[in-house]
C-alpha cells in the first residue's frame, strides 16, 4: 500500500514538476507579456496541484492535509489576480483600452 | 547536499544582480527575489521562525516599501542619471564594503567548533514561561527587552515618515486613494482573500507560543491584509491625527512597558514575570504588541500624509 502511495506521489509531483518547467521555458522563450503570462499560470496552477496532490498521498493527518489544499487554493487565487492585474497594464492599449 | 549548494549559490547569485541592476525597480524585484530565497535558507537551518520573518518583513513588507520608494525617486533618477559619482568615491565605497565582507566572513570562520550556545539552557527553562515555543520564550522571556525596544524602533520609523509631511497636510491622509472596478479581479480577491487573510494572521500570531510564528510575523499579515483592501479601494486610510489611530500605535509599546515596570513589584525585576502568570502576562503584552505593529506596518507602507479628508 505505501509503494503504490509512493508511486503516485513521484508520478504527480514529476508530472508538476515538468508544468513548472514547461511553464519557466515559456517565461524565457515566448515573444510578450501576454504570451508569458499565459504560460506562466497554466503552469502554476497545474504544476502546484499536482505538487500538492503528490502530497497529499504521504499524508496521514486530514488537516495537514486540508492544510495543503489551502496553499494551492490560495495560490490559484492570488496567481490568476495578480496575472490580471499584470495583463492590464501590459495590453498595448493600456489599463483602460 | 545538492539542493543546499545549489540555494547557496542562487542566493548569492541573486544578490549580485540585485547590487548590479541598472533600474531601480528591477532591483527592487531582485531584492524580493533575494528575501523568499533567504527565507528558504532559513528553512534547510531548521530556522522556521527566522524564515517566516524574513519572508513577510524582509520581502514582503520591505519589498512594497522599496517598490513605493522607487516609484517615487523616478524623477530624481532620471534628471541625476549622468551625475556619476567619481572614481576616488567608487573606489572607496568598493573597499570599505569589501573589507566589511571580509571581516563577517572570518568572524564565522574563526567561529569556535561548536558554537558557543544557550540553547539547553533555554529550553531547559521554558516550562516557567509557560511556553512551548523556544524562540518566542527568548523573544517574550529571556530577551523581552530586546523584543520591547524594536517596537518603539517601529514606531520612530513611523515618526520619521511622518516628519516628510508637506506642512498643509500634517494630520492628514497617507498616501493616494485608490480606485477600483468594484466589478475588477482585484476587488473581488479582496473580498475573498481579506477575511482569510485576518484569520490566518490572528492564527500565526496564536500559535506561535508553540509552533513557529508569533506577533511580528502575524502583524505582518495583518498589515498586508489592509493594504490589499486599501489597494482595491475597498476602505482608506484614516486621518493620521486620529486618536484612536494614535492609541493603537502606541498601546503595545505601552503595555509593554507598563508590565515591565510592574515585574519590579510582581517578580523583582524589569521585565521579570511571576512564575504563575507567566503566560498570562505574555498574552497580555502580545496581542496591543500585535496590533500596533501591524498599524504601524500599514501605515509605513501608505507613506507620509499627503491630503487632507474631502469635507
Given at each position: 500500500m505505501s509503494l503504490a502511495?509512493?508511486?503516485?506521489?513521484?508520478?504527480?509531483?514529476?508530472?508538476?514538476?515538468?508544468?513548472?518547467?514547461?511553464?519557466?521555458?515559456?517565461?524565457?522563450?515566448?515573444?510578450?507579456?501576454?504570451?508569458?503570462?499565459?504560460?506562466?499560470?497554466?503552469?502554476?496552477?497545474?504544476?502546484?496541484?499536482?505538487?500538492?496532490?503528490?502530497?497529499?498521498?504521504?499524508?496521514?493527518?486530514?488537516?495537514?492535509?486540508?492544510?495543503?489544499?489551502?496553499?494551492?487554493?490560495?495560490?490559484?487565487?492570488?496567481g490568476a489576480t495578480v496575472t490580471r492585474l499584470i495583463a492590464r497594464n501590459a495590453r498595448p492599449t493600456g489599463p483602460r483600452g | 547536499m545538492v539542493f543546499d549548494i545549489g540555494l547557496t549559490l542562487l542566493v548569492v547569485a541573486v544578490a549580485v544582480w540585485t547590487i548590479a541592476a541598472r533600474d531601480t525597480f528591477a532591483a527592487v524585484i531582485g531584492f524580493v527575489a533575494f528575501g523568499l530565497l533567504l527565507a528558504l535558507a532559513w528553512v534547510r537551518l531548521a530556522a522556521p521562525d527566522?524564515?517566516?520573518?524574513?519572508?513577510?518583513?524582509?520581502?514582503?513588507?520591505?519589498?512594497?516599501?522599496?517598490?513605493?520608494?522607487?516609484?517615487?525617486?523616478?524623477?530624481?533618477?532620471?534628471?541625476?542619471?549622468?551625475?556619476?559619482?567619481?572614481?576616488?568615491?567608487?573606489?572607496?565605497?568598493?573597499?570599505?564594503?569589501?573589507?566589511?565582507?571580509?571581516?563577517?566572513?572570518?568572524?564565522?570562520?574563526?567561529?569556535?567548533?561548536?558554537?558557543?550556545?544557550?540553547?539547553?539552557?533555554?529550553?531547559?527553562?521554558?516550562?516557567?514561561?509557560?511556553?512551548?515555543?523556544?524562540?518566542?520564550?527568548?523573544?517574550?522571556?529571556?530577551?523581552?527587552?530586546?523584543?520591547?525596544?524594536?517596537?518603539?524602533?517601529?514606531?520612530?520609523?513611523?515618526?520619521?515618515?511622518?516628519?516628510?509631511?508637506?506642512?498643509?497636510?500634517?494630520?492628514?491622509?497617507?498616501?493616494?486613494?485608490?480606485?477600483?472596478?468594484?466589478?475588477?479581479?482585484?476587488?473581488?480577491?479582496?473580498?475573498?482573500?481579506?477575511?482569510?487573510?485576518?484569520?490566518?494572521?490572528?492564527?500565526?500570531?496564536?500559535?506561535?507560543s508553540v509552533a513557529p510564528g508569533g506577533e511580528f510575523q502575524g502583524a505582518t499579515i495583518l498589515a498586508a491584509m489592509w493594504i490589499l483592501a486599501a489597494m482595491a479601494g475597498l476602505v482608506d486610510a484614516p486621518p493620521v491625527s486620529r486618536r484612536w489611530l494614535r492609541l493603537i500605535l502606541v498601546a503595545g509599546p505601552a503595555v509593554f512597558f507598563t508590565i515591565g515596570l510592574a515585574g519590579f513589584a510582581m517578580a523583582g525585576g524589569f521585565l521579570a514575570y511571576p512564575e504563575s502568570h507567566a503566560k498570562l502576562l505574555i498574552v497580555m503584552i502580545e496581542v496591543p504588541v500585535t496590533l500596533s505593529i501591524a498599524a504601524t506596518l500599514a501605515l509605513l507602507v501608505a507613506g507620509p500624509p499627503d491630503r487632507m479628508p474631502q469635507q
Open positions: 502511495l509512493d508511486l503516485l506521489t513521484i508520478l504527480a509531483v514529476s508530472a508538476g514538476v515538468f508544468f513548472f518547467l514547461a511553464g519557466t521555458v515559456g517565461l524565457l522563450r515566448l515573444p510578450d507579456a501576454l504570451t508569458r503570462l499565459h504560460a506562466l499560470t497554466k503552469a502554476d496552477n497545474l504544476g502546484l496541484g499536482l505538487v500538492v496532490l503528490g502530497l497529499l498521498f504521504q499524508e496521514e493527518r486530514l488537516f495537514a492535509a486540508l492544510k495543503l489544499i489551502t496553499v494551492w487554493l490560495l495560490t490559484l487565487l492570488a | 527566522v524564515a517566516l520573518t524574513e519572508a513577510a518583513l524582509g520581502s514582503g513588507v520591505t519589498g512594497v516599501v522599496l517598490l513605493g520608494a522607487s516609484t517615487r525617486l523616478r524623477h530624481a533618477e532620471i534628471s541625476a542619471a549622468d551625475k556619476k559619482p567619481g572614481a576616488m568615491l567608487r573606489a572607496a565605497a568598493a573597499v570599505l564594503c569589501t573589507v566589511v565582507s571580509a571581516g563577517l566572513a572570518a568572524i564565522v570562520l574563526v567561529l569556535p567548533h561548536p558554537a558557543p550556545t544557550l540553547a539547553p539552557q533555554a529550553a531547559a527553562n521554558m516550562a516557567a514561561t509557560g511556553l512551548g515555543n523556544p524562540v518566542t520564550a527568548v523573544l517574550m522571556a529571556y530577551r523581552a527587552i530586546d523584543t520591547l525596544l524594536e517596537t518603539v524602533v517601529l514606531l520612530l520609523a513611523l515618526l520619521g515618515l511622518w516628519s516628510l509631511t508637506p506642512d498643509p497636510f500634517w494630520g492628514g491622509l497617507p498616501g493616494r486613494r485608490h480606485h477600483d472596478d468594484p466589478d475588477g479581479v482585484l476587488t473581488f480577491a479582496a473580498q475573498l482573500l481579506v477575511p482569510v487573510g485576518i484569520l490566518v494572521g490572528i492564527h500565526i500570531f496564536w500559535v506561535g
